[in-house]
């Protein structure tokens, strides 16, 4: 399991120095998500009335003062590039119910000098599926993962993957984990940089606007205790 379950949240700020933690998010500090893609009154904020661990969450909401009209939301987050090569990046999210918003997407991008290695999760809310990020570039549901029992109520998410192979292990979401082993993961020639880059991003539904809320995000080492 990965290493913030092994002690409560609130005393996993210790590890934020352990070689294999790219990023222990409880949002209890300043926002420090960069909205990429939004328009209109779009909100990415901290907010303390709806949270999971310990005060505060981080709050998406598409434009408000006009029809959402499947506004699209993403933000980002710069990490470093990790040394071990199994990757697991976890977190929570909650949305309404019913849904405000008809997809969701937990992405990461690895550049390891010369190659990015894309991991992905998208949530397809309107067609109660989920899929993960293929080496075709397009997107694969997974069997029997159904994102249907998250709506509502906080709900816990992972992906693992070996980023030197760029192949999945596994994903969990509302209580179900899939074994994901051997499955490629898409990637593609890139720059010379070497970081991880991860984003979140929401759509909203017709009915929008739409309000995604995402809390108790850790990214690093993968370890089997």
Known sequence: MPRDH?????????????????????????NRWETISGVGDLAVERINTDYDTPTHCLSIKSRTTAAANLDLVTVGLPCT????????????W????PATA?????????????????????WDLT????????????????PEMDPGPALGVW???EI??????????????????????????????VESDRKVLIYLTTLANAS????????SIYAGEYTNI
């Open 160 to 189: 693992t993957f070996n980023l030197k192979a760029a192949q999945y292990i596994s994903a969990l979401a509302s209580g179900i984990r899939k074994d994901l082993s051997g499955i490629p993961i898409a990637t593609s020639g």
């Open 6 to 30: 092994v002690a409560p949240f609130p005393l996993a700020s210790n590890m934020r120095f352990a070689k294999g933690v790219l990023l222990l998010e409880d949002f209890s500090g300043a």
């Open 127 to 142: 067609n109660t599926r989920i899929q993960y990020y293929n080496a075709a570039l397009s997107h694969t549901p997974i």
């Open 208 to 215: 929008a606007p739409s309000t995604v809320l995402f809390d």
């Open 155 to 157: 709900d816990t998410w």
């Open 94 to 97: 909650k949305t309404a119910a």
């Open 102 to 122: 008809s997809l969701i997407t937990i992405d990461i991008r690895a550049y390891n000098g010369s190659t990015l290695v894309n991991p992905r999760l998208l």
């Open 81 to 92: 590039y990790p040394e071990s090569d199994i990757i697991t990046v976890r977190g929570k």
